[in-house]
């Protein structure tokens, strides 16, 4: 019986009983896959047809309202033609929860579906999906035929994907799961929905995301720093964030997928691990899972290797991904000194191979001074683990030899997959050592552990109601100069150059008596003021700025603003965006008029913390010109960073009213910041 006190998703996730429309007696058949799937479930299961009075000896029934109990979950393998009216006698019938298996092809059935399931308060799993699994229950709702038994674990999964949900389901993986979920359209339960009940699951030791749009992006952020709170690791792999992968997503479910830029910011924000790849996603998935985490202190990894040409290889890698090796301590380095044979040299990655004299003992040796060293986070040995054809077991005997003695970060890592001896893979991975099945997914993996857990920063700013009110009924005007965009900015703490809007050349010349020459003059008719010669930096006195209005006037239009000069410094470029998924953006980038061409940025969620902008900051390619390039002076970098957060809090208080607010250039000087161009553009609704 239905327990009126769950909620709906755990109603469906725990279902009791189920109902399967369209159940069938015909070999091979959808109908047929989803009773196998159901006789080896732990739930109820209610056979519903009407061309059929039984199945295999089950008394078939010909509607869901002919059932002799209410059943929590209806699975509803039928076509679309019949979809709609199904749904709703599941409703009729008080089940709480459905699986939609069908693509639900079209926007109007799509929309109806949801309707329907939403005004009953349903849950619904899809459609276009693959079903779930509650490893902890027994519950298999599955239309396709999968692993049996499921292979017991702490991984949470969820995925919009349903031919990755079976080949991680599949993966022979040193890992198992709790709860593993093929989510497919998402049109009435997302992702957002499933975190929530996952991350209140107590046996749940990680989230495992493959998500192409972000949903309810609000609360899934919530339950991702709930997540964050409670030191269950997620690792997230979007896909469809290339232009041409967001038209696929479109074209294949309807949806509009994030971009790499709104992920990226999301997953900083939330604390997940952000892979790339499945091979990245299943490796990082592989190595958390093993129990084994850093110490406090700890920062980079360490591998040993038997080939000089695969360390180098990995050292290659590894600077790619922005994965440190660590700097080994005097200690480590004495150790391994004595370790090594003549010729081969201590260090970090370390090439062992010599005589080949007691590899057990050697190698062995070798990780343990590497796992001793306080700095180092996580330790691999680095062998390609191929079948030894003379049963050589070393390899995998030194590793164990030193797992034993250790709860340090330890793994394998292979460079081939195809190459790796079962066997020996089974041997490590039944004893609790990870095997890394790739040198580039496997890099990214230890260096995901090596940082973990990511910072986050949940605590709320104070919100000025009265400011965001008054900026908000603001926004609705029509036109935005660079001027009234300064007083916005400066309602919010960012330091901004004294400026004043003219139309006539009476008005520029008062405007320069004010702030006092020399002065730059700028047109108010473009937002690119420089690509149309609209800034005359500079002028110095009335005759030359007489001269220079004239002529943009007559080129641009009346309107300018006549600032103040800023003093020379580093030009950076701050604004908010917004993101048709992940809602305003914090932007900070390489600023002035090559800001499109060297793309040199960075972005995050707001609220950013201070900490946090400064980190924004350090991870531009341009930074060193901000902290002394070449003998340059030092530039206020703690201003700069103030300026992030007043933006942050800009974007806070009026991030739904604005679709673009930029400050570029920011120039940053060793006595400060001053915005010297505003543009600001409000959310036409």
């Known amino acids: 019986m239905t327990d009126s006190r769950r909620g709906p998703v755990a109603t469906m996730l725990e279902a009791r009983s189920v109902a399967l429309v369209g159940a069938s007696a ?51 393998g039928v076509p679309d033609t019949a979809l709609l009216a199904e749904l709703k006698a599941a409703a009729a019938v008080g089940a709480r929860s459905a699986v939609i298996f069908g693509s639900a092809h079209g926007t109007q059935l799509r929309r109806a579906v949801a309707e329907a399931a939403t005004d009953a308060g349903m849950a619904v799993c899809g459609g276009g999906c693959m079903g779930f699994v509650n490893n902890v229950s027994g519950l298999r709702a599955l239309g396709y035929l999968e ?56 046996g749940t030791t990680m989230i495992a995301l493959l998500l192409e749009t972000p949903r309810s992006v609000g609360r899934l952020r919530a339950g991702l720093h709930r997540a964050a709170q409670r030191d269950i690791p997620v690792v997230i792999l979007p896909v469809g964030h290339s232009p041409r992968g967001r038209a696929m997503v479109a074209a294949h479910s309807g949806a509009l997928a994030g971009d790499a830029v709104g992920w990226q910011a999301f997953c900083a924000d939330t604390g997940a691990i952000r892979v790339t790849d499945m091979a990245e996603f299943v490796d990082t998935i592989e190595l958390f899972e093993s129990g084994r985490r850093r110490r406090a202190g700890s920062h980079g990894i360490a591998t040993v290797h038997d080939s000089g040409a695969e360390r180098a290889l990995c050292a290659d890698l590894a600077h790619e ?81 030193v797992a034993n003695g250790t709860d340090a970060p330890l793994a394998v890592l292979a460079s081939v997959p195809s190459a790796i001896d079962t066997s020996t893979a089974k041997r490590l991975r039944d004893n609790g050592i990870p095997v890394l099945e790739g040198a580039r997914s496997g890099i990214a993996a230890l260096g995901h552990l090596a940082r973990w857990p990511l910072p986050v920063w949940t605590t709320l700013p104070q919100i000025d109601i009265e400011r965001a009110q008054r900026w908000t009924a603001a926004l609705t005007a029509a036109e935005w100069s660079a001027p009234a965009g300064f007083r916005l900015l400066a309602d919010y703490g960012i330091p901004v150059t004294r400026s004043y809007p003219a139309h006539t050349v009476t008005q520029v010349l008062a405007a320069a008596d004010a702030v006092g020459y020399p002065v730059v003059l700028k047109t108010l008719g473009a937002a690119h003021k ?96 901000l902290t002394g390039w070449r003998g340059s002076p030092a530039a206020d970098v703690d201003a700069l960073a103030d300026a992030i957060v007043g933006f942050s809090q800009l974007a806070t208080e009026l991030g739904e009213h604005l679709d673009a607010i930029e400050a570029n250039p920011v120039i940053v000087s060793p006595t400060g910041v001053v915005a010297v161009d505003a543009l600001v553009i409000p959310r036409r609704r």
């Open 26 to 76: 015909k070999p091979g058949s959808f109908g047929e896959r989803m009773i196998i799937e159901a006789r080896r479930s732990s739930a109820r299961m209610h056979l519903v047809n009407p061309r059929y009075d039984r199945i295999d000896g089950v008394t078939c029934a010909p509607s869901l309202s002919a059932l002799d109990e209410p059943v929590d979950l209806v699975l509803l």
């Open 147 to 202: 692993t049996n038994p499921l292979p017991p674990g702490g991984v949470s999964l969820v995925t919009h994907s349903g031919s990755a949900f079976s080949t991680i389901l599949r993966a022979s993986r040193g890992f198992g799961f709790r709860m593993a979920i093929s989510s497919g359209q998402e049109l009435v339960t997302n992702t957002a929905d499933y975190v929530d009940y996952i991350v209140e699951d107590p």
């Open 321 to 401: 991904l922005a994965v440190d090796f660590t700097e080994l301590s005097a200690p480590a380095l004495n150790t391994l000194a004595e370790l090594l044979d003549d010729g081969l040299s201590p260090g970090n990655p370390l090439d062992v191979w010599g005589t080949g004299a007691d590899t057990r003992a050697l190698f062995s040796s070798c990780l343990r001074a590497l796992i001793d060293d306080p700095g180092v986070a996580a330790t691999a040995l680095a062998v390609d683990l191929v079948t030894e054809f003379d049963d050589d077991t070393a390899y995998p005997d030194a590793v164990l030899d």
């Open 530 to 625: 420089s690509d149309v010669g609209g800034v005359v930096l500079g002028i110095g006195d009335r005759e030359s700025l007489w001269v220079a209005y004239e002529e943009m006037a007559e080129r641009l239009g009346p309107g300018v603003s006549v600032d103040a000069m800023a003093p020379a410094g580093v030009e950076i470029s701050l604004g908010v965006v917004r993101d048709d998924n992940f809602g305003p953006l914090v932007v900070v980038a390489a600023g002035g008029t090559l800001v499109e061409l060297l793309a040199d940025r960075a972005v995050a969620c707001p609220p950013i913390s201070r900490p946090s902008a400064g980190e924004l900051v350090r991870s531009l390619r341009s930074a060193p010109l």
